[in-house]
């Protein structure tokens, strides 16, 4: 089973980005399944306008990504009460290969109150792509991330049994 890990911040000290990290070291040294990462940093994507950026090679690139993959885990920043925008343009983008694929959540926010913030992104791939959404992810608030050293072992704790739970949903779901 193949697992994309896709850092949505574009921010170069990105909180999002050390959860994915978090999770990708994590299943490494389990080694159970086939990571693969991509950081939307590096990709450049255009801005969806529901034309010629679906023929742009980074939108192509994205789009071959998701459907290498069986299932996939979106680490996002939160801001004002949403996933980031490039988040949701990649997803405008290359939405349609997650169909009927597992997908999960890590979450950074600034604040504790925005813990309902991928519901919306959530209820959208569902409705129009089929995709199957695992019902735990991780929300970590301002307070649970420092700004600097290592990730607290709540916030390791709950990456450990998203990680766990996420595998074992995509498991079920690719080998029925």
């Not at 980074?58 to 789009?63: C, D, F, G």
């Not at 979106?74 to 997908?103: C, H, M, S, W």
Request: hydrophobic share 45%; aromatic share 8%; net charge negative.
């Amino acid at each position: 089973m193949k697992i994309l890990i896709v850092s949505c911040s574009l921010h170069a000290d990105s909180k999002s980005r050390r959860l994915a990290s978090q999770l990708e070291s994590l299943w490494r040294t389990d080694g159970d399944v086939a990571i693969a990462t991509l950081d939307l940093r590096e990709l450049a994507l255009p801005p969806c306008d529901g034309g010629a950026a679906y023929g742009d090679p980074a939108t192509q690139r994205l789009q071959e990504a998701f459907t290498a993959a069986d299932a996939v885990v979106f680490a996002v920043p939160i801001y004002n009460y949403d996933i980031n925008a490039a988040a949701k343009n990649a997803i405008e983008l290359a939405g349609r290969q997650l169909t009927e694929k597992v997908v999960g959540f890590l979450c950074a926010a600034g604040g504790d109150h925005s813990y309902m913030s991928v519901m919306a992104v959530a209820n959208s791939l569902m409705l129009d792509f089929r995709t199957i959404i695992l019902p735990r992810f991780v929300y970590a608030g301002g307070d649970d991330i420092p700004e600097s050293g290592e990730l607290s072992s709540e916030i390791c704790d709950r990456i450990a049994q998203f990680g766990a739970e996420f595998q074992r949903l995509a498991r079920a779901i690719h080998t029925a």
